[in-house]
């Protein structure tokens, strides 16, 4: 039964991938195809509107917009890069996935046009290297600057008069308060594993920093490392002190299972990218006027910096199709994301946009900025610096840490193997 249910989804997400895939090629030179996964609040309208601005200044043009929940959009997106289908407009979280892209072909060049009347330096530096690959520009960034942080229920620390942890050893005194008020400590939604990965991502880069992912990355060193193995050991370690909701590996992110209960007062914390901030915003005011925020606690033991900073600098960055009929027009269309009503629409959604001299009215936006201009470096997101079979390996090994399947040593191994035979190319 559970690989017939398996099968029938796989299925329904071909279905969904080759409809995307038709719609495609019945284009032309005047109709690009653009997908998007900005489905919550007003994200859809911002989209709408910036691609309106562009038909009324090219009215012989046609937009088709594809909106996609973030997990169905990777799926469909793999599909259509498998089937050399892809859309004029499609975006990814660079790193691996971009350069894949390139080395295959798939992408177009958008060096000249980033740097035709130099409006390449509208963008802060970080978002124009983060999209770059081999001295060219692949990536447009778009929105937003995506990192990751704690966000959580002032009310709740108010009444139990907890304060904002400092290290792991302060965090973990505090969820112990939580626990013993019936309070889970943490909303976690891990189905689709990218949520679980940022625990892992944090406990491994506050133990050992930056430098041991970089060196397992290039084969210097190995996920073997010890800052691996002790961020494997300590989720188990939390999962077995009941830190997150009950059943957590089997909720949905995307469905709002982790949301839901962190509104209704249930669970205190949530850690998550900065996106959250519009989601909280758009669909539930009364919790975004009670949240708060502070980035990851400093391990003691560990030789971490506590300022470095998890994410992106643009967390949808846009690529043109190298079989796009109208590579021109398609850029064209995203600089109208980042015109002045574009800018102003990004804020005004609870969101960062990569680019230089803007201004944050919103606190919760200006003390997330101040986490990455105050962070010395920046750890990218492992599932965008890892290649996408090795990125999988990752996932899904730190799905089955969280669900107590796998040792934290039998992880390390797992994703070390993957990554010397993807280096071996």
């Excluded at 991938?17 to 997908?35: D, H, P, R, V, Y």
């Excluded at 330096?121 to 124009?128: G, N, P, R, S, Y």
């Amino acid at each position: 039964m559970k690989q017939m249910k398996t099968f029938l989804v796989a299925c329904l997400l071909l279905s969904l991938a080759f409809s995307f895939i038709g719609c495609k090629q019945g284009g032309s030179a005047n109709t690009l195809e653009f997908w998007s996964i900005q489905v919550d609040g007003d994200a859809p309208a911002v989209v709408q509107r910036a691609v309106d601005r562009f038909i009324t200044a090219n009215p012989n043009m046609k937009v088709n917009i594809n909106f996609m929940a973030n997990d169905v959009y990777k799926q469909t997106l793999a599909v259509a890069m498998a089937a050399d289908k892809t859309p004029d407009l499609f975006f990814s979280w660079t790193g691996g996935p971009m350069y894949e892209y390139v080395n295959n072909g798939q992408i177009a060049d958008l060096t000249s046009y980033m740097n035709a009347n130099n409006y390449k330096d509208k963008f802060l530096d970080a978002a124009i290297a983060q999209g770059s690959y081999q001295g060219k520009i692949w990536g447009f960034p778009m929105t937003n600057v995506g990192v990751c942080a704690v966000f959580y229920n002032k009310e709740i620390f108010e009444r139990l008069r907890l304060q904002v942890p400092a290290t792991i050893k302060e965090l973990e005194t505090v969820c112990s308060t939580l626990i013993s008020n019936r309070i889970t400590p943490f909303s976690l939604a891990n189905k689709t594993q990218w949520t679980g990965s940022m625990y892992f991502m944090f406990l491994a880069t506050r133990r050992g920093g930056v430098q041991p992912f970089i060196n397992a990355v290039d084969g210097s060193g190995t996920f073997l490392d010890p800052a691996f193995i002790h961020a494997g050991n300590k989720i188990q370690q939390w999962v077995k002190g009941n830190y997150f909701l009950p059943g957590f590996n089997g909720l949905d992110w995307d469905a709002g299972q982790a949301r839901t209960p962190l509104y209704r007062g249930e669970t205190a914390m949530l850690i998550m990218g900065s996106w959250f901030v519009h989601q909280a915003k758009s669909e539930s005011p009364e919790f975004f006027s009670k949240m708060g925020i502070f980035n990851f606690p400093r391990d003691e033991e560990g030789v971490g910096d506590a300022n470095s900073v998890i994410g992106t600098v643009g967390d949808n960055f846009y690529h043109v199709s190298s079989t796009s009929k109208n590579k021109a027009k398609a850029f064209e269309l995203l600089t109208y994301f980042l015109d002045e009503e574009g800018i102003e629409d990004i804020l005004n959604d609870g969101r960062i946009p990569p680019v230089k001299n803007v201004t944050l009215e919103d606190p919760l936006l200006a003390e997330l900025f101040s986490m990455v201009q105050k962070a010395p470096d920046m750890q990218l997101w492992y599932d965008q610096s890892l290649s996408p079979e090795v990125a999988d390996v990752h996932k899904i090994t730190s799905q089955e840490i969280f669900g107590l399947t796998l040792s934290s040593e039998e992880a390390a191994q797992r994703l070390q193997s993957a990554q010397e035979t993807f280096l071996k190319r």
